[in-house]
């Protein structure tokens, strides 16, 4: 640790992987100890104070960064739903402990982040940052100019609020390039699905300043961070 103190926050949210708000949600539930007393909120530690969370020492870790080509049938989830694999079995043993940063679900495929830096996966994923993602998507049947128009210009009202796509066609009006910078649940197949559509595919090619940029499908990348 550097000789200078560090919120205690910005310490579990760098050697633990989760954001500074979970970080403040375990010292407020008294999961953290500083030398052996409950932690409070706003506290600050030294590079000789030792940090126990739930009963384990928080040790200083080295940020890493992973991009994952993920394909379809897989989740992203530490464990098994039913017979259906995670991404982590992706992975050595040694990138177990990573988180993703966001999701896509069983039937998508492409890009996913993976970390162990808790406020690199809050700038990635919280709404309020307004990283730019990009997919590739196949639907059952032509897009309606007027249905492109609706989800584009106006949104489609979904029960967790409007949402709104931006559209560009690949080729014919099956397959059109979707950019988004929300992430709410499946929200691009239920927008389709709003107005008669079905998702034959999802390619997520681009999340924020990352791409895939030729990865293969289940392989992954360690990469630095872009400004």
């Known amino acids: 640790m550097q000789d200078e103190s560090v919120r205690l926050n910005k310490f579990l949210s760098t050697n633990y992987g989760i954001s500074r708000r979970e970080a403040d949600e375990l010292i407020s539930a008294g999961k953290v100890l500083i030398n052996g007393k409950k932690a409070v909120l706003g506290a600050r530690i030294g590079k000789n104070d030792e940090v126990l969370l739930s009963g384990k020492e928080v040790l200083e870790s080295k940020l890493r960064y992973f991009a994952l080509n993920k394909p379809v049938g897989y989740v992203c989830s530490k464990k098994r739903q039913g017979d259906t694999p995670t991404i982590y079995e992706l992975l ?53 100019p007027l249905h492109r128009q609706m989800i584009s210009d106006f949104g489609i009202n979904l029960q967790d609020g409007i949402s709104k796509l931006g559209l560009e066609r690949i080729t014919g009006d099956k397959k059109w390039r979707v950019t988004m910078s929300e992430g709410r649940n499946r929200q691009i197949r239920r927008t389709f699905e709003a107005v008669g559509y079905k998702v034959a595919k999802l390619h997520r090619t681009t999340f924020g300043p990352y791409s895939l940029s030729g990865l293969k499908p289940g392989k992954y990348i360690e990469f630095t961070l872009k400004k």
């Not at 966001?102 to 998508?108: A, I, M, P, V, Y």
């Not at 970390?115 to 990635?124: E, H, I």
């Open 92 to 144: 050595p043993s040694e990138l177990q402990s990573l988180k993703s940063v966001g999701r896509l679900d069983k039937d998508s495929s492409g890009i996913i982040l993976l970390t162990n830096d808790g406020d690199f996966s809050f700038k990635m994923t919280h709404p309020s940052f307004h990283k730019i993602k990009i997919y590739e998507v196949e639907l059952d049947r032509d897009l309606a």
